[in-house]
């Protein structure tokens, strides 16, 4: 089989643009919950994008874990995506789910969330997501995976006799979004797309545009 022989024609739905919400992060939930309801696989992973210093991409796969009046997700501040955002604060999004031939993507400016929204959900994390936290200096270059063991085993012993704390370079990030699109699969590659692009008085400007 040639990779450029490999093709799925998409015909489970359609998406017209006097069906969506006027707001995409609305328009999201409601997707959102058609993906939990049909079981697809890690719903909330999505990729994220910053910029490099050198002004190349660079994308990770992260886990969304909020949806308020921006979208949510936690790293370590002091990682390669925590000093790319601190440089360059902007970034993009994107959530496929094969399952419902859908893709989703956001782009717009982050801001950290407050310090009690990083508490609140550092500490409803397994005990072992915790330590995992301080244990791994991440993005950094480590000598062998014997470091992060040893390094876990050092924190297990601290917390046993005394009360774990958020390190202080662990924390939450919340996307502003200035722009979205959803996409539906449709047969012979016409797919669906609707943009919605934020205006200077903060509305909602609505697209329909070709695939």
């Given amino acids: 089989m040639k990779i450029a022989d490999i093709r799925i024609d998409y015909a489970l739905k359609s998406l017209d643009i006097v069906d969506v919400?006027?707001?995409?992060?609305?328009?999201?939930?409601?997707?959102?919950?058609?993906?939990?309801?049909?079981?697809?696989?890690?719903?909330?992973?999505?990729?994220?994008?910053?910029?490099?210093?050198?002004?190349?991409?660079?994308?990770?796969?992260?886990?969304?874990k909020g949806i308020d009046h921006g979208l949510v997700f936690f790293t370590n501040y002091e990682s390669e995506k925590g000093k790319e955002l601190a440089a360059n604060p902007r970034v993009a999004l994107t959530f496929f789910w094969p399952e419902l031939?859908?893709?989703?993507r956001?782009?717009?400016k982050?801001?950290?969330?407050?310090p009690k929204e990083s508490n609140d959900y550092f500490f409803s994390r397994p005990f072992s997501s915790q330590v995992g936290a301080w244990a791994s200096p991440q993005s950094q270059v480590?000598?062998?995976?014997?470091?992060?063991?040893?390094?876990?085993?050092?924190y297990l012993e601290i917390y046993a006799k005394e009360d774990i704390q958020r390190p202080?370079?662990?924390?939450?990030?919340?996307?502003?979004?200035?722009?979205?699109?959803?996409?539906?699969?449709?047969?012979?590659?016409l797919h669906d797309r609707i943009r919605y692009k934020i205006q200077n008085d903060q509305s909602w400007k609505l697209e329909r545009i070709a695939p």
């Fill in 21 to 64: 919400s006027h707001d995409p992060l609305s328009q999201f939930k409601v997707w959102f919950e058609e993906a939990v309801v049909s079981k697809v696989i890690e719903v909330n992973a999505m990729s994220l994008s910053t910029v490099k210093t050198n002004g190349y991409p660079n994308s990770r796969i992260v886990l969304l």
């Fill in 142 to 154: 480590i000598p062998s995976r014997t470091f992060l063991e040893e390094n876990e085993k050092l």
């Fill in 106 to 108: 956001f782009s717009g």
């Fill in 168 to 189: 202080p370079h662990w924390g939450g990030y919340r996307v502003l979004v200035e722009e979205a699109e959803f996409w539906q699969g449709r047969p012979s590659r």
């Fill in 101 to 104: 031939q859908r893709q989703v």
């Fill in 110 to 114: 982050v801001e950290k969330v407050s």
